[in-house]
């Protein structure tokens, strides 16, 4: 209870809190090859979905904090590192914004999940927000703390699609088969899927001191991370440093805190093309010509057949793609506790964000399309941040506790862009600045302890908006009652606390929106798009379409929440219930022809509601000096609908056919909720191929026909983890489950066809999914791209990672080494077909597989 919860411009303890917020530290921190932060809390916290985009070395996650709060937006949530909004947009070249902050250095996230508690941080916070504390120096003599770690992934599984002996049966049974197709096969058993995956090795080294020098408390770090991705020439390389200054002046009425990370990451991304192109190249085929070479299906000219899939080999060793990435994350705290004042403390915050890339892109001159094609980039972010506030805390008559803040804040960001490539040898640059000036107000009242108030208020102005639109006021207030501090408690010892909360509060969101939409703006055409006026060309201008009219984004949450801890903090938690209500989402909207410079315009024409419940409990069954064993279970139930939208929006793009969308917008379903044809089945419940349901009777089958069925998003989200200790020895268990998540199977859907395999008149072949065995579909239809056959249950239960580890407290002088093993990504129980449920978006298609990892990992403190 005496923990110290950091928040917006101020701390509190924890048993303080009026808002919703979740405290994870170092100690509760998820083991394992932890790569990025992210990685950190998945599954720690209720109502917290951490959902990873690719297996691939440094990717990124997609964090969503109560369901998705925005259609066309940023729904990510606003993570601050010690005082310093990060910005969640990365130069081009980067894999995860987070790869700028070493796991290593983390001390705590706290996870603000209410508008009561994000409102301070006014539309930045629409989306909840992370606030990540890194370690700080100690008035003491150094130690140093030495990691090591190694790491071995490995792709799990195989898309199912037919063997080399499958597929010659089918190739032989098809009813267009003759002698030339039966010449187009060749005499080779290749899985492709096997050919562009492998082992793949990691390594991870940190080395940190900690204590103080001249009086001054410090920590410095280094880390260097290698990682080698399963999906061949794929390669993640960091190198992260961190230097934390904490010195004070005049009896402590000056504190100064000085922070400053940097990374440079070096990455040569595989094409992840050809995990889409294994699944259909022809298994009889092998990987090389007689001469070396890599097989290609060709034309009596020798070129490249130009419908044919590229050998999976050729796409990854005959093209490069590579970068160079550079962040710095810095800022300088000054408090100043006024000598003549003291209840008043002066605070000023300069933060500067700066990031930096240059990738490359070529191709080798004996790949089979745009042979000797290369193309450079430069991009370039900085973030500025001038925080200013004052407060004021003042006990009255030792019961009436007050604490005033109030501040400015003003944050720009920039970007500039160029690039060049040899197919129109043309340079592009692009430029952009956005600002954003904020005042912000809050005040906190508690009276002895028992009743508890908060009140916010914050002002922004954002540049991405019409002037007269650009002021957002941003209020909340919540109120607490600490009951355990109840004269009538005093005799239930059972009880350590009992508080209940209620808050409300709105917020803005304007994040990821363009910077210039109501503005006119032009966009240049290039080289091998000009207009020709007799025998000269000429460069155009063309206008974007605008709107003068955008504004906020506005989420306005009601939360009630009840903390409790019993039997001596034996058990104790949480439980939240909220309701979240978002109004004018920006969407694309249809206009009158001839009033816009284009007919889909962006425009706020929505309205989303957000409710659910959460709960999270914690139990220590057994604590003795030997032996400790605790047990955290989490879980939250959500329920994510569009309450208005007039126009239903086409989303979720899949690949088979031309301009197919599998998901859409509309009101009174879930966001993204899948919009599809219903499968007719004969009597032995085998799809019957091309026939759908004709829902509205009118004997036509067309879109009028499709329905509403399920969404990607999971009703139920659990997490449970257990943490055991018996003297020397450590075991930390952390599991997932997601309940009611259902996911479009793209990979079988686009490719489960007896016709794919001879593709028309054209003279090579391709595999296809095993799909086609149970389906017995022969041609591909736009109608069974679109049927609801296709959309599983992907509810799942998954073992996310097993630690077990040693430590010897004494093994040198004062040196503290443990040694342990981990594995990570340990099992899946689901009943998707498909190679992982967990799929970001709700559509599968061809994503890099996530990795199971095995870990041995060292570390000494001395």
């Known amino acids: 209870l005496d923990e110290v919860v950091v928040i917006g411009y101020g701390a509190v303890k924890k048993e303080d809190l009026t808002g919703t917020a979740d405290l994870v530290t170092s100690e509760d921190f998820n083991k394992g090859p932890i790569v990025s932060a992210q990685q950190l809390i998945t599954g720690k916290v209720a109502g917290v979905n951490v959902v990873g985009g690719s297996g691939a070395p440094g990717d990124g996650q997609d964090i969503r904090i109560r369901g998705t709060g925005s259609l066309t937006l940023s729904a990510n949530p606003l993570i601050v590192i010690d005082g310093v909004p990060l910005n969640n947009d990365s130069v081009g070249g980067a894999r995860n914004p987070l790869n700028l902050v070493n796991p290593n250095d983390i001390e705590s996230m706290v996870v603000l999940k209410d508008a009561s508690a994000t409102a301070i941080f006014g539309s930045r916070g629409g989306n909840g927000v992370i606030m990540i504390t890194t370690k700080k120096g100690k008035d003491r003599e150094f130690r140093f703390n030495v990691s090591t770690s190694t790491t071995l992934n490995v792709a799990k599984d195989r898309v199912d699609v037919l063997t080399a002996d499958e597929f010659r049966q089918v190739v032989a049974s098809h009813p267009d088969t003759d002698a ?19 082992d793949a090795f990691g390594q991870d080294h940190a080395i940190s001191a900690l ?55 070096e990455n040569f991304f595989a094409n992840r093309g050809a995990i889409g192109t294994a699944n259909v190249f022809d298994p009889t085929q092998s990987p090389y010509n007689p001469d070396g070479s890599y097989f290609d299906w060709t034309d009596s000219s020798g070129g490249h057949i130009g419908l044919s899939p590229i050998n999976p080999l050729a796409q990854i060793y005959l093209t490069n793609d590579e970068s160079e990435v550079r962040r710095f994350l810095g800022n300088a705290k000054f408090d100043y506790k006024l000598h003549f004042f003291p209840d008043i403390t002066a605070t000023i915050n300069m933060g500067l964000d700066k990031s930096n890339s240059h990738g490359r892109t070529s191709n080798s001159m004996d790949y089979f399309i745009d042979p000797g094609r290369k193309g450079n980039y430069s991009q370039e972010r900085t973030d500025k941040l001038f925080d200013a506030y004052f407060t004021y805390n003042k006990l009255f008559n030792d019961v009436h506790n007050l604490t005033v803040v109030a501040g400015y804040s003003y944050q720009s960001f920039e970007f500039n862009a160029t ?154 938690g949480s439980v939240n219930a909220y309701i979240k209500k978002t109004e004018d989402l920006i969407a694309t909207s249809t206009v009158d022809p001839f009033t816009n410079f284009s007919n889909r315009v962006a425009a706020n024409i929505g309205d989303m509601e957000n409710k659910g419940i959460e709960l999270d409990i914690t139990i220590v069954p057994v604590k003795t000096n030997d032996f400790e064993w605790s047990v955290n279970y989490n879980v939250s139930f959500n329920d994510n609908k569009v309450t208005r939208m007039p126009d239903a929006q086409e989303v979720g793009g899949i690949a088979g056919g031309v301009g197919n969308y599998i998901q859409t917008h509309v009101e009174g379903e879930a966001p993204y909720s899948f919009n599809v044809f219903q499968q007719v089945y004969d009597a032995e419940g085998n799809p019957i191929e091309g026939a759908f349901v004709d829902r509205n009777g009118d004997n036509i089958i067309n879109d009028k026909d499709k329905f509403i069925y399920h969404d990607p998003y999971a009703d139920v989200l659990m997490g449970l983890s257990t943490n055991v200790s018996y003297k020397k020895w450590d075991l930390s268990v952390v599991t997932r489950a997601s309940l009611g998540n259902y996911a479009y199977n793209n990979v079988a859907s686009g490719n489960a066809y007896l016709n794919n395999v001879i593709p028309g008149s054209f003279n090579y072949l391709s595999n296809i999914h095993s799909e086609y065995l149970n389906s017995g579909f022969v041609q591909f239809r736009d109608n069974t791209l679109l049927s609801n056959y296709w959309i599983q249950d992907a509810s799942f239960f998954k073992i996310d990672n097993i630690t077990l580890g040693y430590t010897l407290d004494n093994a040198f002088k004062d040196t503290i080494v443990r040694i342990y093993g981990s594995v990570q990504n340990v099992a899946t129980i689901t009943d998707y077909d498909g190679l992982d449920p967990e799929i970001n978006g709700g559509i599968d298609n061809s994503f890099y597989p996530r990795p199971r990892s095995f870990v041995l990992g060292l570390s000494f403190d001395f």
């Open 211 to 265: 204590g103080s020098a001249w009086g001054i408390p410090m920590r410095i770090s280094l880390g260097y991370s290698d990682y080698e991705g399963i999906l061949k020439r794929d390669d993640f390389q960091r190198t992260t440093g961190s230097l934390s200054l904490t010195p004070s002046f005049f009896d402590d009425h000056l504190k100064l805190e000085l922070n400053a990370k940097g990374q440079y990451t």
């Open 180 to 198: 030339s197709i039966l010449a187009l096969m060749g005499n080779s058993n290749t899985n492709w899927q096997d050919e562009i995956y492998r």
């Open 419 to 572: 690039s060049y490539n040899t197919v129109d040898d043309q340079d592009y640059i692009d430029k952009s600045k956005s600002v954003l000036l904020s005042y912000f107000g809050r005040l906190n009242y508690d009276y002895k302890g028992k009743y508890l108030l908060t009140a916010t208020l914050r002002a922004d102005s954002s540049s991405k908006l019409n002037p007269d639109d650009r002021w957002g006021i941003f209020p909340s207030a919540a109120l607490a009652w600490n009951i355990s501090k109840e004269d009538f408690m005093d005799n239930i010892s059972s009880i350590d606390e009992l508080k209940l909360r209620i808050g409300y509060g709105s917020v803005g969101n304007v994040n990821g929106l363009g910077d210039y939409l109501f503005l006119t703006r032009y966009t240049g055409s290039n080289d091998l798009a000009n207009y020709l006026f007799g025998d000269t060309y000429y460069q155009t201008y063309r206008p974007d379409a605008v709107n003068k009219n955008l504004k906020w984004e506005i989420s306005k949450t009601l939360n009630l929440g009840l903390d409790y801890a019993l039997f001596g903090r034996r058990i104790y």
